[in-house]
Every structure is written in C-alpha cells, then in structure tokens.
Nanobody, 125 residues
Framework: QVQLVESGGGLVQAGGSLRLSCVAS????????MGWFRQGAGKEREFVAA????????NYANSVKGRFTISRDNAKDTVYLQMNSLQPEDTAVYYC??????????????????WGQGTQVTVSS
C-alpha cells in the first residue's frame, strides 16, 4: 500500500512563496506519475500540476502556469511543488496523488490511485 504524506503548507501573505513536499512510502516511487491537486472551501477538487515518472514531462493548470513548479527526486521518493507569487485565490488544501498506470493522464483526478491527506495553504491579502 502506497502512502503519501504532504508537508510545507501554511499561512503566507500575497506575493509570497511556499514549497510543498510529498513523501511516498510502501511502493516504488519512480514507477508512479505524480500530481498535485487542490480544493478550496466549497469548491471542487482541481488539478494543479503533474509530472511523469522520470520527471521529463510536466503539466500545469493555466491558473498556476509561470508561478508554480513541480519537480521530483526519485532518490528521495519525494515530489515538490514550488509556489511563487501566491494569491488569495490559491488558498486551498493541497493534495499529492500517485498514478500507477503506464499511461500519463496528468489532470484527470479519477485516474490517480493513491492520495495524501492534504496540507492547508492560506494566502492572506
């Protein structure tokens, strides 16, 4: 059973930065495509960013493109989300997720097999 644990969330002022981490255990991290999703209060879960097994391909939601960067370190079983120029609309619980199938679907949350418990990011204006 794969377990994912996020960390790095917190309270930050608009324009600030945070770096989220997600550590995987119980499986072969390098075999999984990884994604970050978020869910604001009263909103549906939405795609943020995704990265392939090797890290060679990344995808981003238009709302975060140019501000957020997803990366991974397979030696550390960890995926990161560097978030810069944060805005109040980025406030949400952020989840990492692992997709074990060969096909890389990036933004379709229904294709992900394992999820972390989430970490809260709050951006004040």
């Amino acid at each position: 059973q794969v377990q994912l644990v996020e960390s790095g969330g917190g309270l930050v002022q608009a324009g600030g930065s945070l770096r989220l981490s997600c550590v995987a255990s119980g499986g072969t991290f390098s075999a999984y495509h990884m994604g970050w999703f978020r869910q604001g209060a009263g909103k549906e879960r939405e795609f943020v960013a995704a990265i392939t097994r090797s890290g060679g391909i990344t995808n981003y939601a238009n709302s975060v493109k140019g501000r957020f960067t997803i990366s991974r370190d397979n030696a550390k079983d960890t995926v990161y989300l560097q978030m810069n120029s944060l805005q109040p609309e980025d406030t949400a619980v952020y989840y990492c997720a692992a997709e074990i199938s060969f096909r890389y679907t990036a933004s379709d949350y229904s294709k992900y097999d394992y999820w972390g418990q989430g970490t809260q990011v709050t951006v004040s204006s």
